[in-house]
């Protein structure tokens, strides 16, 4: 898990803070006491209730609405000012900024935060002069205060907005660089093992490689001396015999270097392996994650090694993964050949990038190995196929391997090689 995964899980959520803050300006709306206006004196009645839960209560869905959360928070304002609900910010009884103020003041700064700066802008552009010209005219004798007093609440409001959008997304930048320096090291110390780890095998290798030589060389020699001298043979078996303990002792001492951290020395606690029969289960995942995909297996399958079954699967995950990331929302069409005549054929095309689409974050259930063309070429010749790759005359990406169904054609890519088409 990233840092900037760990912060995003320590967060409130947004919905209880909009909850919070509705809840707190119904419970000050309502507790304020009776304002006299003039002749006027307006308790809590129904109206009053009905107009500071309307102004309240709509700030718990001004994440979703801001802009109509915001109308409806200056109508509610009005209305209640229009009905002597509550005394003008400047008055015979001097300054006093009542909750349903606060309420305008927390939507407009609200607004700042979570809409674009030119819906922002214009926002309080136009509310600006529209709650200005309300406030000079609800109390005669002091529009130029109403005005100065509401304007200057409001730009506040929004300037804390603007600012606190402002400090977010830079914060939210930084955490994204200490995430992408994280990848990148965890990325270094993987590619740093996985060398490690080609050296171990190489090493493997070449001792096992001699071991066996030797013991080809020995047998050899024991055969020839067996009718001569059968002490001689015996000795020599019995160093053939020692040779051997000691190959399988390298050949597990290094494998377990070989193993990842992760996994656990009981082979029964290991993942299995995909196979061919998981297939169908990733094309679904994909079609979910926003790709058609059209599957047809043809002729009758056989069976398969396990290593072969998983190279097929993972050459099949990688296409279509890179068909979801550099096509996006397209078509594709993936084939299994048993009857053609180099082995099993598997087909992966796409139409490629659909016009005015753009090109989705790849999901967690269709990602790939991550190794690409790459990956497809080292697995491929690890059993002795073929692969093709390239574009189609359509605009499209195809992606073409064979593998054979014997093992004689795996046995000759260790051996001697096979070249690999693109």
């Known amino acids: 898990m990233t840092y900037l995964d760990s912060m995003a899980r320590r967060r409130v959520p947004r919905a209880v803070v909009d909850l919070v803050l509705a809840v707190v300006m119904v419970t000050g709306g309502l507790s304020e006491p009776a304002q006299s206006v003039g002749t006027y004196v307006h308790g809590l009645d129904l109206w ?33 000012q229009a009905w002597h609900y509550l005394p003008p910010p400047v008055g015979p009884q001097g300054t006093t900024i009542s909750v349903p103020y606060l309420a305008l003041a927390l939507a407009v700064f609200l607004t700042a935060v979570r809409t674009s700066p030119r819906a922002a802008t214009v926002t309080i552009v136009v509310l600006i002069p529209a709650t200005a010209v309300a406030e000079a005219v609800m109390e005669p004798g002091y529009r130029t205060a109403n005005a100065v007093t509401t304007v200057f609440l409001l730009v506040a409001a929004w300037a804390l907005g603007r600012l606190f959008r402002a400090r977010k997304a830079m914060a939210h930048e930084a955490l994204e660089r200490a995430a992408a320096v994280e990848r990148e090291q965890a990325a270094n110390a993987r590619a740093a093992v996985a060398q490690e780890r080609a050296r171990i095998a190489r090493e493997l290798h070449d001792i096992v490689a001699h071991n066996v030589s030797l013991m080809v060389v020995q047998t050899i020699a024991a055969d020839r001396v067996q009718d001569r001298d059968g002490a001689k043979a015996h000795e020599l078996h019995r160093t053939i015999e020692q040779t051997g303990r000691a190959a399988v002792g390298e050949l597990r001492r290094l494998l377990g270097v070989l193993r990842s951290e992760e996994q656990d020395d009981d082979p029964t606690k290991q993942p299995p392996q995909p196979t061919l029969a998981e297939i ?26 396990a290593g072969t079954e998983l190279v097929v699967y993972r050459v099949v995950q ?9 096509a996006g929302h397209t078509s594709a069409r993936l084939s299994l050949d048993w009857g053609a005549r180099e082995g099993l054929s598997v087909r992966v095309c796409d139409d490629g990038r659909r016009p005015g689409h753009d090109v989705p974050r790849v999901q967690h259930a269709a990602r790939g190995t991550g190794h690409g063309l790459v990956g497809m070429r080292e697995r491929i010749a690890a059993v002795g196929g073929t692969l093709h790759t390239g574009e189609q005359r359509n605009g499209g990406f195809c992606v073409h391997a064979t593998v054979p169904l014997s093992a004689s054609g795996a046995e000759e890519a260790v051996g001697g090689g096979t070249a690999i088409r693109q």
């Open 48 to 80: 009053r209730v009905l107009l500071v839960l309307l102004v309240g209560l709509s700030l718990t869905v001004h994440r979703k609405w801001p802009l109509p959360v915001l109308a409806v928070v200056v109508v509610g304002l009005g209305a209640l």
């Open 318 to 326: 990688e296409a279509l993964t890179n068909t979801l990331k550099h």
């Open 280 to 305: 169908p289960r990733l094309v679904e995942s994909v079609r979910t994650a926003g790709l058609d995909v059209e599957f047809a297996v043809h002729g009758s399958p056989v069976e398969l090694p």
